[in-house]
């Protein structure tokens, strides 16, 4: 059987090459038809939300105001994870986003539930979202 294939394509080389040159020609078609990116950011889809509260020590920080926008936080759709840091006078929250929910909609999401959290936060503190940017772009640029 194998050998009958070999002959097959020592007799009609003409084929075998015509073959071979539609697979390069298909080839370079798709390469140029394929959108390559250089650095492909692969970061996952977030929002970072940052309150300064200058004065506070960081166990005052996690209680009054890092909890309360956290909890406010808890079961916005397509939500991943929410994990934060309090330090001495700033609270940064982070949402982690499926990759299929839209950054700016995850963004609108988020700005909508911190509207319920600046009432359960000490007045004269204003989270605000973090800007549209991840660490890999910081360093690519």
Sequence with gaps: M?????????????L??????????????????ISIDAFPDLTNNQVVILTEARGMAPVEVEQLVTFP????????????????VSKLG????TVVFEDSVN????????NERL??????????LEPSLGPVATAFGELYQ
């Design 90 to 93: 700033l609270s940064l929250v």
């Design 2 to 14: 194998l050998n009958r294939l070999v002959d097959l394509h020592l007799h009609h080389r003409w």
């Design 115 to 124: 509207q319920d959290a600046r009432a359960r936060i000490p007045p004269g």
């Design 69 to 84: 926008i956290e909890a406010a936080l808890m079961g916005v759709p397509g939500t991943v994870q929410v994990r934060s």
């Design 16 to 33: 075998v090459l015509a073959g071979l040159g539609g697979l390069v020609i298909v080839g370079l078609w798709s390469l140029s038809q």
């Design 103 to 110: 950054l700016y909609l995850a963004r609108q999401l988020v």
